[in-house]
């Protein structure tokens, strides 16, 4: 990493959710960097990527679990997240029960136990809605298409309430779509694990609508370190596009993915358009350029090599 | 009222929350105008004044009773709210429990009955939070500094997701601060309300802060007006500021109240300023006067001696 990160050494970090996909990376990252990290979740995908972290199996609306593990912890990460963009559609309240509200139960928590900074992965595929311009600042106007996105918005509007009120410090980064190692191609969530995983076990691959859905794609060390970065900024913006800030359509990332893979000849089969889709997504990240002197620093066809690498090996 | 209501003759609606202030003015309303109306809520402040309208009392949160009153319904007017900005900062989660949860619940029981419209009123001074500009338009920046805000602010994008989703017309009126007969004088909401009770009672004014927060106060006649537009307009916007459009410091405000009132030796105590309080909120109404042709009638001080009336009387 390009930035002296020497400030974390022996700092008591807690990620929630550090058992999906970014939360290993981010786990793994802060160990590395010498945090004392621990994690929260219901699982873990990679346990074995996890040795030597301190793990909680619990629930996020369990007050007690979640307070015992924020105690003594000088910054909170919170990834946590069960549902998707269209599970949430198809019950909203449970999702805004199972979301937003332990999320209210944890900034409570977290304002009890002192805790310094707050960090919150948000999701910059999905708050915004349909977009007027492309690539999407983060002054553009948010109206989610899903139950989901209204969440992630609602807790944004929260953090910053805390703030305000109660001087809380604390960052949110509105992630476009990351890939890479450690990616459940299982989940709805997570293209490109999905595709590589179907293309590489000769399945055909599905596509959801025509195909020519743009999104912003980034990949997973270049997260993690924005958000690393996030820790120790103390300037005075609070909220953040993290992308490449270069759009793929879906046709696109089939070809490439195919590429690198050496299997030119996979079948694509296509499906009906989901309504929880926008059409484009592209984010703007010159403001976090200009703030911590991030942009991406991996290729596109390089992230998706070392992606293939791990699940060769997996 | 200037438009040919006559369209509502004989279309069942339910006011959930038509107990309250605004409430009481439009189950009136809807009902000299030939609609079938019923009310819904804990309580009926003025219960002498909703004579003849079905009422069901009964909890927000009751899904089974929510059901029945909406049953039948053409027209859905959502008014509730147990919280005041103040209120809700004390507990975010039981405001997120006691408003959002249950206006989730609603939503699905009126997209199952086939309910042709929902009407929305949403809080015009809090949604904003600090503008950045004066007058506010619809389009401005939405960072509440209370919770109450937030769930209004939720509520809204949940609409626009059930439209979006299922096609549920709907629409959201931003009110700003309105004022006149049946206010309750003992509610922390209702600034014209509990002044013009005090200075009539030879009371000390209590003044939070050093009174040069400014506010957008409404008639109330011109508020259920806007309401009642709103059920019959089919244009393409769903949100709407509804305000004077006019900004008035809390000290003039206690000035033209007690110069209507005869009592220019109104005692002022200054008390300190609460956090919740935007320094200046004033809505911008140019949209709904463009799309519904509405704009506010009442004089302030017209509607300030028409209040005074009632209150003699009540």
New interface residues.
């Given amino acids: 990493m390009r930035t002296d990160f020497t400030a974390l050494q022996g700092v008591t970090c807690v990620v929630f959710g550090g058992g999906g996909f970014i939360g290993t990376h981010l786990c793994r990252a802060l160990q590395r960097l010498g945090a004392r990290v621990r994690g929260f979740g219901r699982s873990r995908t990679n346990p074995e990527a996890l040795t030597g972290i301190p793990w909680t199996n619990g629930e996020f609306a369990d007050r007690a679990a979640v307070a015992r593990v924020v105690e003594g912890c000088e910054v909170v990460f919170h990834l946590l997240g069960v549902s998707t963009p269209d599970s949430s ?1 198809k019950d ?2 449970g999702d ?2 199972s979301s ?2 332990p999320t ?2 944890l ?2 928590i977290c304002r009890a136990s002192m805790v310094r900074k707050v960090l919150f992965v948000s999701s910059g595929g999905t708050v915004y809605g349909i977009p007027r311009t492309i690539p999407i600042p983060e ?1 553009a ?7 989901y996105g ?1 969440s992630k ?2 807790i944004e ?2 953090l ?2 805390y703030h ?2 109660h001087g809380q410090d604390f960052s949110v980064l509105r992630v476009a779509n990351p890939f890479g190692p450690y990616q459940n191609p299982n989940r709805r969530q997570g293209l490109v694990a999905a595709l590589m995983h179907r293309i590489a076990h000769a399945q055909p691959v599905e596509i959801w609508g025509d195909g020519l859905i743009v999104r912003d794609f980034i990949y997973i060390d270049d997260v993690i370190e924005a958000l690393v970065m996030a820790v120790m900024y103390n300037g005075p913006h609070h909220l953040f596009n993290v992308g490449s800030g270069v759009g793929r359509s879906v046709l696109d990332v089939v070809k490439d993915i195919a590429q690198v893979l050496g299997r030119p000849d996979a079948v694509r089969i296509h499906k009906p358009g989901r ?1 929880t889709d926008v059409p484009v997504n592209v984010l703007d990240i010159a403001l976090i350029d200009r703030e911590f002197g991030w942009f991406p620093r991996t290729e596109w066809i390089q992230g998706l090599m070392w992606t293939a690498d791990w699940m060769n090996t997996a």
């Fill in positions: 559609n909203p309240l805004l029960l937003t509200a209210l139960q900034l409570e002054s106007r948010t109206d989610p298409i899903s139950a209204i918005l609602a509007k929260y910053a309430l305000h009120l309504a």
